[in-house]
T-cell receptor
C-alpha cells in the first residue's frame, strides 16, 4: 500500500497565488522528501526534511512536518506558470534505504 | 555531469518479445533504483541495488522481470516475455548514500508500449 497520500489530487490556481499540497503517511519515518515531475520528465528532488525538523525553506518552497499527525505540507509561494507539474511526497520508512512515493498532486498554474 | 542516462527513451514491442532497458547512474553513486510509473498504480519501486548488489526486489511483479547490475556504471531491467500490462514508464534513479536519507536523481525514463 502507498505510504504517502497527497491531497488534493489536483489543484488549479492563478499565477501569483500560493499553492499548498498535503501529504499523509502511515508509519514512522526518518525522512520525508518532496519531488516535482514535469510532464514527460523524470522526478526532480525539491527538499528533504528530517523527522526531528518541523519546517524547512528553499527559495519559494516551504515544507512543514508534523510527526504526531503523520503529515507534511508543501507550500509554493508566488506561483509561476513554470511551477505547473506533479508534486510527490516520499517517505523512507525504517532505514530500508528506499523511498515510498505517494500518488502525487497535479498543480496547474494559469498565467 | 550528464545525470542518469536511460536507453532507449521509447520502446514499442509486441507481446511475447523480450525487452531490455538500460541505465547508467551518476558516477560515484552507490545506490541504484528501478521504478515503474502508471496512471493506475503511480510510482512503484521495483528493485534497488547498493554497490551493485540487489538489496530489495520485493517490488518486481513476477518472474518475467529481472534486473542486473554487472558494474557500478551500468544496470539493466529485462522483461521476458513482455505483456501489454507491462506498458508503463520505467525510471532509473541513483543516489549517493541511502536512497531514503538522500536525494535521488532520476533519469528521463523509458516509455514502454507492449502491443
Amino acid at each position: 500500500s502507498q505510504q504517502g497520500e497527497e491531497d488534493p489530487q489536483a489543484l488549479s490556481i492563478q499565477e501569483g497565488e500560493n499553492a499548498t499540497m498535503n501529504c499523509s503517511y502511515k508509519t514512522s519515518i526518518n525522512n520525508l522528501q518532496w519531488y516535482r515531475q514535469n510532464s514527460g520528465r523524470g522526478l526532480v528532488h525539491l527538499i528533504l526534511i528530517r523527522s526531528n525538523e518541523r519546517e524547512k525553506h528553499s527559495g519559494r518552497l516551504r515544507v512543514t512536518l508534523d510527526t504526531s499527525k503523520k503529515s507534511s505540507s508543501l507550500l509554493i509561494t508566488a506561483s509561476r506558470a513554470a511551477d505547473t507539474a506533479s508534486y510527490f511526497c516520499a517517505t523512507d520508512g525504517s532505514n530500508t534505504g528506499k523511498l515510498i512515493f505517494g500518488q502525487g498532486t497535479t498543480l496547474q498554474v494559469k498565467p | 555531469d550528464a545525470g542518469v542516462i536511460q536507453s532507449p527513451r521509447h520502446e514499442v514491442t509486441e507481446m511475447g518479445q523480450e525487452v531490455t532497458l538500460r541505465c547508467k547512474p551518476i558516477s560515484g553513486h552507490d545506490y541504484l533504483f528501478w521504478y515503474r510509473q502508471t496512471m493506475m498504480r503511480g510510482l512503484e519501486l521495483l528493485i534497488y541495488f547498493n554497490n551493485n548488489v540487489p538489496i530489495d526486489d520485493s517490488g518486481m511483479p513476477e518472474d518475467r522481470f529481472s534486473a542486473k547490475m554487472p558494474n557500478a556504471s551500468f544496470s539493466t531491467l529485462k522483461i521476458q516475455p513482455s505483456e501489454p500490462r507491462d506498458s508503463a514508464v520505467y525510471f532509473c534513479a541513483s543516489s549517493f548514500g541511502s536512497g531514503g536519507a538522500n536525494e535521488q536523481f532520476f533519469g528521463p525514463g523509458t516509455r514502454l508500449t507492449v502491443l
